[in-house]
């Protein structure tokens, strides 16, 4: 917003050329994302704790989750009013990527919200149906790929080969909805541990900032020849945006946690994630960067479809890390060896800019 009106005074004050530049402007709002909740959050907390809404601990998962019973929850507004907020102060409110970006996070962040809503006032860890949030996140996916490839030319990039733009044709809308359906889940699926799920979300939201700045550019996509997609680079704010929200909120949710994103966070973060993945074209190298959600998500399809098939569990419980807590390990150690982990993935999915 501020690029629109300051545009004209840039002849004035020098001082203000600065905010042509992404790189400015995506470090400009992960430090006032930072600063809004470090600002808000001791007061969100407070009254959150004030109102008893906390999350329902299931019976049926680890013992030790018991200790956290009565720990403030929806703390994931915090994270969308300061991500939301950040963006639409320093990006380019004439951006269309921008306005999908955001409008994708804020869709999700209401299914959330709604599904953390009803497990907090019923005191039930069953919020939102199953079958009615798959078909509002379906629909708002589908609604978001509509829109970009209204935008863009609909195909998939495909990692490690120069310029290969796969097309897939009509199926180029549900592929787009199930890699942003897919990111979303699979990141509300990681959120089980204090600062498990909020720490790769800042890695793959880095790793993601650099992408898209390098596929909105013509000259580092055109170097490091990759597709490029023009426009892409203002996500790069968004991305900043992200990061610092993040970083704000991983203060307060580590371990031991003052308080919990709840679905309102986990669903928007992944839901963001996915569909910069969409707009940059580099869904497949979302399953790389984001691998750590990958596996998280199919540790529990593998245990349900074994538990169904055969009547015996793979993993001793399952999202992935509550396997590694039933075996004995420690929630810190769990925790900082999956951020190890993170970064490691996001190492190699940004390999593949240049090992082409």
């Not at 996916?141 to 509509?146: E, H, N, P, R, S």
């Not at 180029?172 to 089980?192: E, M, Q, R």
């Not at 023009?230 to 203060?251: H, K, M, N």
């Not at 371990?255 to 569909?275: E, H, I, R, Y």
Request: hydrophobic share 55%; charged share 10%; glycine share 10%.
């Amino acid at each position: 917003m501020l690029t629109y009106f300051v545009t004209p005074l840039r002849d004035w004050f020098f001082g203000f050329n600065l905010l042509r530049y992404i790189t400015f402007r995506g470090a400009a709002a992960a430090v006032l994302a930072l600063v809004i909740t470090f600002w808000v959050a001791p007061v969100l907390i407070r009254w959150l704790t004030r109102m008893q809404i906390s999350e329902a601990i299931r019976s049926t998962g680890p013992a030790t989750h018991q200790t956290k019973k009565g720990t403030p929850t929806m703390g994931g507004f915090l994270i969308l009013l300061s991500l939301v907020f950040s963006t639409l102060l320093w990006a380019d409110i004439t951006s269309h990527f921008i306005w999908i970006a955001v409008a994708v996070t804020f869709g999700f962040g209401l299914i959330g919200f709604a599904d953390d809503y009803i497990k907090v006032t019923k005191s039930s860890s069953q919020g939102v149906p199953g079958k009615l949030k798959f078909m509002l996140e379906v629909i708002i996916a589908a609604a978001a790929a509509y829109w970009i490839f209204k935008l863009v030319n609909p195909g998939v990039a495909v990692p490690f080969f120069k310029d290969l733009i796969i097309d897939i044709g009509w199926f180029a809308i549900p592929f787009a909805a199930f890699v942003i359906v897919g990111a979303s889940n699979a990141v509300n699926l990681t959120d089980g541990l204090d600062g498990l799920a909020i720490m790769p979300v800042i890695i793959a939201a880095s790793a993601f900032g650099l992408i898209s700045y390098v596929v909105g550019n013509a000259v580092y996509s055109d170097y490091l020849q990759i597709t490029q997609v023009p426009g892409t680079g203002e996500l790069a704010v968004f991305c900043g945006a992200i990061i610092g929200a993040g970083l704000g909120f991983l203060w307060f949710n580590a371990p031991p946690a003052m308080v919990f994103m709840g679905d309102t966070g986990s669903l928007s973060l992944g839901g963001a994630l996915g569909t910069v993945s969409v707009i940059t074209k580099h869904e497949l190298v979302l399953a790389i960067v984001g691998g750590l959600f990958v596996l998280e998500a199919v540790s529990v399809m593998v245990q349900v479809t074994s538990f169904k098939l055969t009547g015996k569990r793979i993993f001793h419980m399952a999202p992935l890390h509550h396997h590694f807590e039933a075996k004995g390990w420690a929630e810190s150690t769990i925790v900082i060896r999956f951020w190890i982990i993170a970064v490691v993935l996001a190492l190699i999915g940004l390999s593949t800019l240049k090992l082409r």
